[in-house]
Structure formats: C-alpha cells, structure tokens
C-alpha cells in the first residue's frame, strides 16, 4: 500500500508504512516544531571534499536531525507530561548544495529550486530588491542550513556550536547564524514585530489537529484540512515508497515598526477613530486584530482565542478591506479569478519566527496607547526600531511555483487580486509597482453606503533582506550518503 498523499494523515493511528514514512521524514513540516529559539545556521560545503561532506551530512542525520516521528512523540510527552524534548534539528540543502556533493542528478527537480532565489528571473517575478542590496551573506551562493531550536537560547547557541563544528570539520564554511526568537503576548499567543498574533492560520495535515480545531474553534465555515501533497514531495534521492521530503522556502523579512506604527495611527486619524477604536486602522491593513481577531467578524478586538472559523461570504470589502494581508493571501473562496478547491492549492505550512538582531526597547505587545498621530509622534514613535528585528518567514512547499511565489508574485504583488476591480498591493508584504490610490477602506465599517478612504498607500514597511528556495531530503536519503 502506497503513502496517500490526497489526504491529511492520522498519526496516532499511522500503519507500518505510514510509520516508516514519519521515521524517514524530517520534523517541522506536518507540524512546526513550537520551540522559543532558533538559530538559522547558512553554510557552504568544499567540493572538493564530497566525502567527507557527505559523510558530514549522514552523521548529522543519524545524531542529530529530527524525524517526524520523533517531534510528534517529543511533543505528545511535553503535553501530557511538560517534559522537554530534546533539541529540533533539521537540514535543508540547495541545488548548489546537491551539487557540491556531486548529487545533483539526485535533487528535486521544481525550477525554481533548481534556479534559486537569487535568479534574476524570481527577483523579476516577485519583484525582489537587487541582490546586491541583500545582507551580505545571503549574496554568496548557499550549499544549505540547518535549522536548531531549543526553549533556551543557550541550549540552542550550544547544540549550534556543535552543529557548527561538524561542518567545519568536514571542510565546510559556517557563512551565517541568524537567530530567531518567538514573540508572545500576554495570552501567550506568538506574534510578530508589528504586535499582531501571528502564525494562527495553517493548513492542517494531521487529523488529530484538525479534529481539535474542530472541537475547540470549529471548521464549518473555513476547512483547515489539507492533503498531505500541499508539502511532501516524493524524495528523488531514494527509490522506495516512503521517503519524502519538502521544499523549504527562507525569507528574511526586516520590519520597520516605527513607519508601520506611525501609518496605523495616519489610518486611525483619517477614519475620525478615537480611543480603543483606533485599533481598528490595523486590523485593516492585517484582516485581524492584534489579538487576532478577524476584522471580518468584528469591528473591535473580542479578546479569547483567535477565530479561525470564517470566510469571506457576504463581505464584498466593506468589513475586511480586500487588500488586507490575510484576505490578499487567503481569500477563502472570495478571490474571483478560481474556483475554491483551485485556490486553496495556493497555502503552505508557514514556520515563520521573529527576529531581533537589534534589541527593541518596547515589546510589540505593550506599546502606549496613544489618542492622535501628533501624540503618537511625541510619545511612541521614536522608541520604536526602524530595521534588525522582522520576520524570518520559512514555508514548505510542494511545487514552490504554484505556492510561495504564486501568493507573493498573483495575490500580493497584484493590485488586481482579487478580482474583479483594483484593490491595492499587500499592504504587509506587497512589492513593486503600484498605485497608492487602489487600497480603499469604507469610512464605516460593515456600511456599504458609507464614504470611501481611497488614498490608504500603505506599504513598503517590510524588506527583504535575502533568501533562498531549498528541499528538506528524506532522512532515508541522508542515511544513504
Ligand atoms: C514580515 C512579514 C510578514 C508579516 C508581519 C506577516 C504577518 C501575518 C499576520 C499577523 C497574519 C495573521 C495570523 C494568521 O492568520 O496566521 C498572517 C497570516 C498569513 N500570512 Fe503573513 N506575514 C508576513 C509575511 C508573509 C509572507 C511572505 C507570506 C507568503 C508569501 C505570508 C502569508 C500569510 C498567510 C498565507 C497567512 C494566513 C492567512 C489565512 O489563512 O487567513 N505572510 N501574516
């Protein structure tokens, strides 16, 4: 019997081969591994040593990486006994990467992997800055990362070092770290520089997810459910049936909080808001509350757990405006140009983490109230970072065309998504040209009739800073090397 990919997969209940499959395949993927600190670790490998690097790489594989079915366990034990796992290893190599082991015949064949980030192609298509305007180290030509998170930053700065040597050992060059630290508020939801609860809408490939999330939140008006075959991808470096492995997309997004902030607060004097109400400005731009409730639903923040349970029926843009982000990159049936079951071939598993390479003096989640711009200016403002903290967006793909780059490049980017009409760029992270006049939120929420705001042009406050598109192997793969 052959893995089904057209379905999500009930763990707990997994057979022998399904079990085989969680064994070979990396953690992460089904599920995000939910650890506080990471470190990103870049390197290149010496290809005149394939070898050694190869050997490198098993011997990270057998003592190191993290299975599927070692995450799932791990955190099953944390829920029922809040016993700390060990900690989360996984590896992802780019197409130069294959080829410095001279494997590259056994690499994924997605054009895009095999083209890369820096392509001027993709940099045309997504309308990526130059790459020479990228941080240094994302210029050079990546072999591949290894991602490591712990709940302590200085288990994961430990377990990196370790990581670290091996590479080195074999001849290898450590060219980046890049840490990452989850940001939560006060419900101890994680959230991101701008303060909004981040990383709540997923497509769930495990059925024991999706029968919770039907339970707790319920899933009658958005199915969060999704086959296996929205990230796993059949490992080409293996012959067998169980082996499979995803390609990963990284994104170092830089947020500048302080220009983002201070356009809320533009937004909020505009539409004449006053006290809590101001934070309605924000929802609209986001399509959620900083506390993540949908601005669909509501027109202020309801507080409990944020909502998942919602679609777009019935708002033709006049409770969330169709430029906000989470609209722009899931219209949940409402972006006109496909049928829904089309659409929704579009989503990835987002693991995305924030990043704080400067320290901040306010945490996103407790910045002052303030009741106009002017005081706002005075107050608040200065006191926020302008760049070094942001988003380091990671997501697995199946085919990177038809995912990441389709919802930056055709829903994002496009100020005609959806359709019909114009509605803007993603105000979050749309890039390239665009009219600032087409972002319109009505003065009246929920108010057809009432006045338009047409000049919104809000964008531009997230950069990117470099990336790269690469394939997390099958663990079997690794173990062949
Ligand atoms: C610094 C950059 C970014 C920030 C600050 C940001 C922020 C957010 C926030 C606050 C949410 C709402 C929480 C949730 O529904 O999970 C969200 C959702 C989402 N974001 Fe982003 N995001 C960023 C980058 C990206 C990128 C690069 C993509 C893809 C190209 C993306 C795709 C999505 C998707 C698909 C959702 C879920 C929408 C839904 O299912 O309703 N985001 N983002």
Known sequence: MAINLAAPLAWT?????????????????????????????????????????????????????????????????????????????????????????????????????????????????????AVATWEAAFQQDLHGMVLVATDSESRTAAEAVAIKTMITDAGGTVVHTQHGKALRNAAGEGIENFGYVDGRSQPLLLQEEIDAETETAGTSRWDPTFPLSVALVKDPGTADGFSFGSLFIFRKLEQDVRQFKTREQVIADSLGLTGEARELAGALIVGRFEDGTPVTLSDEARGGPPANNFSYVGDAGTRCPFHAHIRKTNPRGSGGAEPEPAERKHLMPRRGIPYEDVKREFHPAELPQSSSLAEFNSKVAPLLPTGGVGLLFMAYNAVIAQQFKFTQQVWANNSGFPVPGTHGIDPVIGQGPSNPADQKIKKTWDDAASLTLNNVDFKGFVKMKGGEYMYSPSLTFLFSL
């Open 13 to 129: 209940k997994a057979n022998a081969e399904e079990t085989q499959m969680l064994q070979a395949l990396q953690g992460n993927i089904l599920k995000g591994h939910g650890r506080n600190t990471t470190a990103n670790i870049f390197f290149k490998l010496d290809p005149t040593k394939q070898l050694v690097s190869r050997r490198m790489l098993r011997q990270l594989a057998n003592e190191r990486l993290t299975s599927a079915l070692k995450q799932l366990l791990d955190s099953k034990r944390f829920k029922d006994t809040g016993q700390d796992g060990d900690p989360f290893v996984h590896l992802a190599l780019t197409s130069k990467g294959y080829d410095a082991i001279g494997l590259g015949a056994k690499a994924p064949a997605d054009p895009d992997f095999k083209s890369g980030m820096k392509a001027a192609g993709s940099i045309t298509a997504l309308s990526d800055p």
